[in-house]
């Protein structure tokens, strides 16, 4: 469930509890009780929920994007699709002891493919409790790091998370775990450290590389004159060795400041020419992200991050890749030019954000105009080097019991050979229905 739906549903039960206990001390003048067993950790815990989705997308069916994504399939510009996903979670609690497993799986359904996902265990695994501030867990997990609400440089041992919506469960790596946390009295006032291993050796963790290695990492966390300060390593290993560090802090009630950099040595960088010619080089990258979170007196709340991606490409390099897929895609192209072609967009520009500078933009608030149990925001996305970008308005309504419906409209826009123009679709409307359980 995510914090927005959570902390509703809260703040609705605690006043509901204070009205209800008013009015028993005012009708009755009953002494109020607290039954602490209510509150005590259950030895089972089951959730989940059941989403429908449907999809209405605008497609650029003429695009070298669509040829890519649908080779040999006729050319088409609307398309509906019907995606219905089943999550499932358990968490057993044996004293030091816990296991729990969350678990996806679902289908999706349209006119030009059919995919099905059995159910699978996304995150799981049993964590031990062995002293007060010491931790050891050993499953699939997925950890979270770095303070950047649509983007995290410093993300080093989890997979990327969708700037369009970043709230979206993932999936986890296998690792091992371990955590010492303590806490102090003074301008440091709490020290965390985390050290962990996400093996691979071909079929395990296939997704974070494929050599035979323990890959190992660590972070360390400061609470130091009320900063949130972590500091990140990972070896070189499947993955290119990298570091780096993030800061959060509230510079007042209603305004926090949030950052990220990170560096890997040794990292491939992989271009292609407009006639297809590709190369490869090894190079430093540096990432980074600097962000602003911001409550008006209105109750709007503003996120702002600028983004700097060091693997990215420039507005001319990407003008040359779209080029290149003009050409390599065109009827009567050459085999060799096609197969090229989805080499050149697997080796990095096919990915979700291939640019080089993104700046982030998005305004929500809770129940406007008094639309209780509802909420409303609007997003914007920009490629600033090419100056494409991406606009967002959503609506979401939480008024029934256990449900959650929401829906989108994500519009694309820019001028020819630029980011968010060349995409597959041109625009997407997305309703979603979700019952929790």
Not at 21 to 49: H, N, P, R
Not at 75 to 103: M, Y
């Amino acid at each position: 469930m995510s914090n927005a739906v959570c902390a509703r549903r809260s703040a609705l039960s605690v006043a509901l509890g204070l009205l209800v206990s008013s009015w028993s001390l005012v009708t009755s003048a009953q002494e109020f009780t607290f039954d602490a067993s209510e509150f005590e950790k259950k030895t089972f815990e089951f959730s989940g929920y059941l989403e429908q989705k449907e999809e209405l997308l605008q497609l650029r069916g003429d695009s070298p994007a669509f040829q890519l994504a649908y080779p040999g399939e006729t050319s088409r510009f609307e398309l509906l699709r019907s995606t219905t996903t089943l999550e499932l979670g358990g968490k057993l609690n044996l004293g030091d002891f816990v296991l729990d497993a969350r678990a996806q799986g679902g289908q999706a359904n349209d006119a030009l493919a059919s995919n099905t996902r059995e159910l699978a265990v996304m995150e799981g695994g049993l964590r031990w409790s062995a002293s007060p501030g010491l931790t050891f867990d050993l499953g699939k997990r997925v950890q979270r790091w770095g303070k950047g609400y649509a983007w995290s440089p410093v993300a080093m041992v989890e997979r990327p998370r969708d700037a369009n919506d970043p709230a979206a469960s993932r999936e986890g790596f296998v690792m091992a775990t371990g955590e010492w946390t303590r806490s102090f009295s003074g301008p440091i006032s709490a020290v965390s450290l985390t050290g962990l291993l996400v093996p691979t050796d071909g079929d395990m963790n296939a997704d974070f590389g494929q050599t035979q290695d323990l890959n190992p990492a660590a972070r360390l966390y400061l609470l130091a004159w009320d900063t949130d300060i972590d500091l990140m390593w990972r070896s070189q290993g499947a993955r290119p060795e990298s570091f780096g560090l993030d800061f959060s802090r509230n510079l007042s009630p209603a305004l926090e400041l949030h950052g990220e950099w990170a560096r890997t040595l040794d990292a491939s960088r992989n271009t292609v020419t407009a006639s297809g010619v590709t190369s490869s080089e090894r190079v430093v990258m540096d990432s980074y992200l600097l962000g602003v979170r911001y409550l008006t007196q209105g109750e709007v709340t503003w996120i702002a991050e600028y983004y700097r991606n060091g693997a990215g490409y420039s507005a001319q390099e990407l003008s040359v890749y779209y080029q290149f897929l003009e050409t390599a895609l065109e009827p009567g192209a050459p085999a060799t030019l096609a197969s090229t072609a989805r080499t050149v967009a697997q080796s990095g520009y096919a990915r979700p954000n291939p640019g080089r500078d993104y700046l982030y933009l998005k305004a929500s608030v809770s129940e406007p105009l008094d639309w209780v149990y509802g909420a409303a925001s609007l997003t914007t996305m920009v490629n600033l080097n090419d100056h494409s970008y991406q606009i967002t308005p959503e609506i979401s309504y939480t008024g029934f019991a256990n449900w959650e419906l929401r829906g989108r409209l994500i519009l694309l826009a820019g001028q020819a050979h630029t980011e968010f123009n060349e995409k597959t679709t041109s625009q997407r409307l997305e309703i979603y229905a979700r019952y929790y359980f």
